[in-house]
């Protein structure tokens, strides 16, 4: 039961244009959403998050746009950089209850070209 | 230099033997979670703990799983008995918890059993 899905494994971007990177989920108890960026051999790291309150964050480069009817929510990177080539995984949580478990999605495989 | 420390960073042991994988969280943090990333799953969370005590270790096979922190600057994952199916990236990741839900990752100790 995937409550966090990026249903794209893999997006190619040439470098100078915009990478949007999809993430679904179905549990409508969400509300605290994270993108993680994740170069091979080391851990995952934390990028951009938002607030279900919200339907959108920016942090230089980086967007997160929240459609809470849709349940849906992606996030932009302008300009794209090759630098900016690794796994984004994005991830969900529930705060309420005291739970705090943090859902990945499978992750989407970033390549930017030169 | 804050990080989340994780020994060892590979693993390579024969079905049956015992794993044990070591995880010393970001001093402060009371929050620490186990993460298992295969290409299949993507990353599933294990079991996580906050004040040193388990709040949830739903996603464990408890048949063969354990996860302990026997103090504040320790957290350790074991399997006993190993299985090839156990052959995986295991990610610790530390954090302050509440509504600050950014969670720091380890570089991961890479298991192989053969």
């Known amino acids: 039961d995937q409550q966090v899905k990026q249903n794209s494994p893999s997006l190619s971007v040439q470098e100078g244009r915009i990478s949007i990177l999809n993430c679904d989920y179905t549990?409508?108890?969400?509300?605290?959403f994270l993108w993680y960026k994740k170069y091979p051999a080391e851990g995952p790291t934390f990028l951009i998050s938002i607030s279900s309150i919200k339907d959108k964050n920016e942090d230089g480069r980086f967007t997160v746009f929240l459609n809470k009817s849709a349940k849906h929510l992606s996030l932009h990177i302008v300009p794209s950089q090759p630098g900016d080539s690794a796994v984004y995984f994005c991830a969900a949580i529930s705060n309420r209850g005291g739970s705090e478990k943090l859902v990945f999605g499978k992750g989407t495989k970033l390549t930017v070209n030169p | 230099d804050a990080r989340v420390t994780q020994t060892p960073r590979h693993k390579v042991t024969e079905m049956g033997q015992e794993v044990t994988m070591r995880c010393q969280p970001i001093l402060g943090h009371n929050t620490v979670f186990w993460y298992r990333q295969t290409m299949m799953q993507g990353l599933e969370l294990l079991a996580y703990?906050?004040?040193?005590?388990?709040?949830?270790d739903s996603g464990m096979p408890k048949d063969r799983f354990s996860a302990e922190m026997p103090d504040a600057t320790l957290a350790t994952l074991k399997i006993q008995p190993s299985e090839p199916r156990d052959s995986a990236v295991y990610f610790c990741?530390?954090?302050?918890?509440?509504?600050?839900?950014?969670?720091?990752f380890g570089q991961g100790t890479r298991l192989t059993v053969v």
């Open positions: 703990f906050r004040n040193r005590a388990p709040l949830d």
């Open positions: 549990n409508s108890m969400f509300d605290y």
């Open positions: 990741a530390s954090g302050l918890g509440g509504r600050s839900t950014e969670a720091f």
